[in-house]
């Protein structure tokens, strides 16, 4: 069965320092891998995905993932961190189930960032 | 471009009291379309999902229920709400077939309190 683990359901960094949230999935097949932001009390925006290719990811807001297989990883980064980051990040990965398909979501990671 | 929408955004009811909450997808037709809960602090549950039109299908059993009366309407209720139904409602779609590389879409969610 597929699932996803997040290590670190806070994390807390100074504003220019860097993001590092961690994604760890496993699955059976080849996986697409998704992490998305939620600001309070908003919808989840999708930041970035993999599906085949080039395995570093560039997303929106200066975001960027790198999936490594050997790890079964696909952690999140940010060279410097914005007091506008700071919100819950959730990575996903996608499952086929029938005719449909679902996503197995990680926890959440929170966000702070400190001035 | 796809739109979606949630109403009403926030909520507050008495326990035992109905519910209906709507999510409509403009811009896109025949999605596969799903409802999502957060309870506080906690990640995505997932709770109903649905590939076309009076096709649902229930991830958790419940007090709750789906419907989906048209092709982009997406409808959630309850008959008598419990305490435990509180929380952040998330309504998504995705594009349809047969592919796992597409990316879910969320609307902005209703908070629903119950009291």
């Known amino acids: 069965a597929q699932s996803v683990t997040q290590l670190g359901s806070h994390v807390s960094v100074s504003e220019g320092a860097l993001v590092l949230l961690r994604c760890n999935y496993s699955?059976?097949?080849?996986?697409?891998l998704f992490w998305y932001v939620q600001y309070p009390n908003q919808g989840l925006q999708l930041l970035l995905k993999?599906?085949?290719?080039a395995t570093l990811v560039k997303g929106i807001n200066g975001f960027e993932a790198e999936f490594k297989k050997s790890e079964t990883s696909f952690h999140l980064t940010k060279p410097s961190a914005h007091m506008s980051d700071a919100a819950e990040y959730f990575c996903?990965?996608?499952?086929?189930?029938?005719?449909?398909?679902?996503?197995?979501w990680g926890l959440g990671t929170s966000l702070a960032v400190n001035p | 471009s796809q739109t979606i929408h949630q109403w009403p955004a926030t909520l507050v009811q008495p326990v035992g009291s109905p519910l209906s909450l709507e999510c409509t997808v403009e811009?896109?037709?025949?999605?596969?379309l799903y409802w999502y809960r957060q309870a506080a602090g906690r990640g995505l549950q997932l709770l109903f999902y649905?590939?076309?039109?009076?096709?649902i299908s229930s991830e958790v059993p419940q007090n709750l229920s789906a419907s989906r009366p048209q092709d982009r309407q997406f409808i959630l209720s309850s008959k008598k709400l419990l305490l435990s139904d509180s929380g952040f409602y998330l309504c998504?779609?995705?594009?349809?077939?047969?592919?796992?590389?597409?990316?879910?879409?969320f609307g902005p969610g209703t908070r629903l309190t119950v009291t």
């Open positions: 649905s590939v076309g039109i009076g096709q």
């Open positions: 699955s059976s097949v080849p996986p697409y």
């Open positions: 811009g896109t037709s025949n999605p596969n």
């Open positions: 993999y599906t085949t290719g």
């Open positions: 998504a779609w995705t594009l349809s077939g047969g592919s796992l590389r597409y990316e879910q879409y």
């Open positions: 996903a990965v996608s499952r086929s189930a029938g005719n449909n398909r679902k996503l197995i």
